[in-house]
């Protein structure tokens, strides 16, 4: 039998969940849930629970294109959120219904992951059994991309900053320049998760760089103590008390090559080892060599995943 999320047991799902998946993707039920129905965009009625005898057997949680979210015209795009079961049988019948309702609906491409509040950017390499799963199922794989992790307690700025910048939290009324730089330039989604961080937790998440006065680049940190944890956040639970989280990361164009991304992440790096960060996390990243000269080593790896529902 099928039901849906509306009366969804989160802790008996987030234990499934830890069955299923490595330790280093540990969850909680309440992530589970924030990261589920509480997106905007999640699929009431493309996610489904597979229940036998008051036994889950499994879950499909599916999200619709974050576009709308973005400043952008819909597309045929739907993301699988999170995926677990016991039984190979269970997932492959619950995911034929997930496909079967999104063709029926136009969607021409299903991935896994990459979806807004995500827990994946892809396919987690630790988790070798859903990976043959889904290529059985017909996804085809991309790039992979990695999270990174390293202890902040012995954490050193690597060098100075450049001459005429200056490193700090973002001021209570910053909000509109922060939007002003972000939208001008980097992406719609990273302008969405940032703004909506600063409402939900202050000012105080975002460390900014300026050049004499000048917004010119951002830096998104979080802590322990944030209500709303996203990103690299998610993995809390591996991450352990204390932890942090870093990204997105980034500077304006005009301002790149002369060092002060580099600034930017010691100086925000060093802001959460003040508010005593001990592990910290930056998810979802292909910069291993820039991380790597701050003594970031990969903890994650991940592979894109995208299905042609059309073919």
Known sequence: MRIGFQTADFEALAKLWNDFYPSEFRIDAEILRQNTVGSPVFDWGASQIAVMDDRILGFVAVKQSADKLYGKAPTDTAHVSALAFTEVDAGIDFLADVKSLLRHRGIQTLTYGADSRHFFPGCPNGAQG??????????????????????????????????????????????????????????????????????????????????????????????????????????????????????????????????????????????????????????????????????????????AKTLRLSD
């Open 130 to 303: 859903l990976c043959s799963f889904l290529m059985v199922e017909g996804f085809e794989d991309g790039a992979e991309c990695y999270d990174v992790e390293r202890d902040l307690q012995s954490y050193a700025s690597p060098k100075e900053a450049p001459e005429g910048i200056t490193f700090r939290s973002l001021e209570p009324n910053e909000s509109q320049v922060l939007d002003a730089l972000i939208s001008s330039e980097f992406s719609g989604r990273w302008r969405y998760d940032v703004l909506e961080k600063v409402q939900v937790e202050g000012p105080g998440c975002v460390y900014v760089v300026e050049n004499n006065g000048q917004l010119i680049g951002f830096a998104l940190i979080q802590d322990w103590t944030n209500r709303q944890p996203i990103g690299g956040g998610v993995w809390r639970n591996s991450l352990g008390e204390n932890w942090g989280s870093l990204g997105p990361i980034g500077v304006a164009a005009a301002h790149r090559g002369k060092g002060i991304g580099d600034g930017l992440l010691s100086a925000a790096l060093l802001e959460l080892k003040g508010r005593g960060v001990k592990r910290c996390i930056i998810d979802w990243t292909v910069l291993k060599d820039f991380y790597g000269r701050h003594g970031f080593e990969v903890t994650r790896t991940y592979q």
